[in-house]
């Protein structure tokens, strides 16, 4: 079986929107999601440890982190639909054949994330009464909801590698069907880029957790002491340092491990080696800013740096991530040149409720934080 049996029909009515501006919005969408993924993806397994394990400073950020993290998750999985529904749009002949492989897995996403919410509830309402209350069998619910998140990240991960890597779907298939019908049980483990992706995406999520325990401090912490704000920068230097080498150690796995000659020569040839090394050297920038904010009195601004140094890092890899995926694609369809048939009124209407939301959402957090200053 050739790998284009698999692949979906182009759709004969074109796509209804430009692919620059489908690119464009699944990256912003994705880069949006990230920064409140990562922090229940590493944040919420950080803020855990903490509260079991940690002083009594480790033990203050831990309980905020937990009770905020019901906000944090919803904000990620609404924001998650933004990426998901361009794939959706212009991946299309990608996207359900990977997803039909491994459906059950897939259909299983929902089956984590619902007790995962109601567990980061379950932990908040614990702490409303402080973070010393809280009952062994609530923590035990803390745990499963981390690994359930952690879990969701494994199945996404296998979702992305098998929609760009049409060539294992006849191998997968053969090995997961009746009579012609696909069982939805396969998985891409044996996919060598799953597992550096993977991790990959775990160490820059240390980072994000990093950067977010200054923003706290910094933004949302008002009465905090001086002593606190020095554990504060000097546990986010440590995690920054440990989520940086733990990302440069799996992305060099990924890229010299497992790029294909083709790829590596598209990546490393000009101009694409700029954005190949920016992307390499980019978590440098929130860390310099880190390390160095002892020589800064302005430590506000300087945290605001760091948070926007370290959305570029989320964004930059989410540019490298939709070039890399377009590269392996190319070879069973050229995805840039599909035709196109714009409708703008659904467009625009895109544009005016996804500005309305990000404002609103903006605005919910002014609110949060002028109730918990």
């Given at each position: ?9 182009a759709?004969a ?6 692919m ?23 944040g ?36 998650g ?17 990977a ?10 996403i929902?089956g984590?994330l619902?007790?995962?919410?109601y ?8 702490l409303?009464?402080g ?8 923590k035990?619910v ?11 990240g ?23 069907n ?37 923003v706290?401090t ?6 905090c002491?001086?002593?606190?704000r ?5 546990f986010a ?29 598209t ?11 920016l992307?390499?050297?980019?978590p440098g920038?929130?860390w310099?800013l ?8 302005a ?27 377009n590269?392996?694609l190319?070879d ?13 009124s659904?467009l625009?209407?895109f544009?005016l ?16 934080r002028?109730?918990?200053?």
């Amino acid at each position: 079986m050739e790998p284009q049996m698999l692949i979906e029909p182009a759709s004969a009515a074109g796509v209804p929107a430009p692919m620059w501006f489908i690119e464009f919005f699944k990256v912003l969408g994705f880069t949006l999601h990230a920064v409140p993924m990562n922090l229940w993806y590493a944040g919420l397994l950080i803020a855990l440890w903490l509260h079991l394990g940690g002083n009594e400073h480790g033990r203050r950020f831990a309980a905020r982190l937990l009770r905020q993290m019901p906000i944090i998750v919803a904000y990620g999985v609404n924001l998650g639909i933004v990426p998901l529904l361009f794939v959706q749009l212009g991946y299309h002949q990608f996207f359900y054949p990977a997803t039909i492989l491994m459906a059950w897995f897939w259909l299983a996403i929902v089956g984590l994330l619902i007790p995962a919410y109601y567990g980061v509830y379950l932990y908040a309402w614990a702490l409303r009464d402080g973070h010393e209350g809280v009952a062994g069998w609530k923590k035990l619910v803390g745990w499963c909801a981390a690994l359930f998140f952690i879990a969701i990240g494994f199945l996404f991960a296998n979702g992305w590698s098998l929609m760009e890597h049409v060539q294992r779907w006849p191998e997968l298939f053969n090995a997961h069907n009746i009579a012609g019908a696909a069982l939805g049980t396969a998985l891409n483990t044996g996919d060598p880029t799953l597992w550096p992706r993977w991790l990959l995406m775990f160490g820059l999520a240390l980072g994000t957790t990093a950067v977010w325990v200054l923003v706290d401090t910094a933004w949302l912490n008002a009465g905090c002491g001086d002593e606190y704000r020095r554990w504060a920068w000097s546990f986010a230097r440590k995690l920054y340092t440990a989520g940086m080498i733990w990302a440069a150690a799996a992305g060099a796995w990924y890229v010299f491990g497992t790029w294909p000659p083709e790829l590596r020569a598209t990546m490393f040839e000009y101009p694409m080696v700029i954005l190949t090394v920016l992307t390499a050297l980019a978590p440098g920038l929130p860390w310099l800013l880190m390390m160095t904010a002892g020589w800064c009195p302005a430590k506000r601004a300087t945290v605001a740096a760091a948070a926007v140094a370290q959305f570029g890092v989320l964004g930059i890899n989410a540019v490298s991530r939709q070039i890399v995926q377009n590269v392996n694609l190319r070879d069973y369809g050229d995805v840039l040149a599909q035709p196109t048939d714009v409708q703008w009124s659904p467009l625009v209407m895109f544009l005016l409720v996804f500005v309305l939301g990000l404002a609103v959402v903006g605005w919910m957090i002014a609110q949060i934080r002028r109730c918990d200053a």
